[in-house]
T-cell receptor, first 113, second 113 residues
């Protein structure tokens, strides 16, 4: 069982609200990732980080932003939520070697009304 | 039976049968592959991985086969159990991608009692 946590697990919010999805890991991993996943679909990388103060955009364009001030913490923020942001958001982490699997949190299911 | 993850997203088997889930990967330079299991409402869970210098790797009740000639990956589950019901994703680590993973579309495995 991976020690990576996400809160909240479920969030229903109105259009225009600012939200922050939390992700924390206790494994000391350098690399952390955010994926977006629609029901029954593949995972798309939206952000990743190689370490503290390092953030990069992923393969799928996203209006969200991330920060990495502490090794264990990688929050994702949406300044103004819209219905198009409705999705599942998955956080993952690993050491970042070429043959190192990523460990996933349980995900946050976001619904924007 | 067999299922191609990209074209036949569902596979239904009887409890006790063997399951084979297939995946076609995209980049001939990929050097690391992972199979994940995702149960409803949860994040992906690591099952087994394989490096490109191997053709086969076995775990507990699972075997991954890699055919680099045709860029094909398969997951075999022996004596499938109801607890194996989930969506199964293959992921590839594309060389030169800074160790980011690219996920396939996934196959839904349903095990009938």
């Amino acid at each position: 069982e991976a020690d990576i946590y996400q809160t909240p697990r479920y969030l229903v919010i109105g259009t225009g609200k600012k939200i922050t999805l939390e992700c924390s890991q206790t494994m000391g991993h350098d690399k952390m990732y955010w994926y977006q996943q629609d029901p029954g679909m593949e995972l798309h990388l939206i952000h990743y980080s190689y370490g503290v103060n390092s953030t990069e955009k992923g393969d799928l364009s996203s209006e969200s932003t991330v920060s990495r001030i502490r090794t264990e913490h990688f929050p994702l923020t949406l300044e103004s939520a819209r219905p198009s942001h409705t999705s599942q958001y998955l956080c993952a982490s690993n050491w970042g070697f070429s043959t190192d699997t990523q460990y996933f949190g349980p995900g946050t299911r976001l619904t924007v009304l | 039976g067999e299922s191609v993850g990209l074209h036949l997203p569902t596979l239904s088997v009887q409890e006790g049968d063997n399951s084979i889930i297939n995946c076609a990967y995209s980049n001939s330079a990929s050097d690391y592959f992972i199979w994940y299991k995702q149960e409803s409402g949860k994040g992906p869970q690591f099952i087994i991985d394989i490096r490109s210098n191997m053709d086969k790797r076995q775990g507990q009740r699972v075997t991954v086969l890699l055919n680099k000639t045709v860029k094909h990956l398969s997951l075999q589950i022996a004596a499938t159990q109801p607890g194996d019901s989930a969506v199964y994703f293959c992921a590839e680590n594309m060389a030169g991608s800074n160790y980011k993973l690219t996920f396939g579309k996934g196959t839904l495995l349903t095990v009938n009692p």
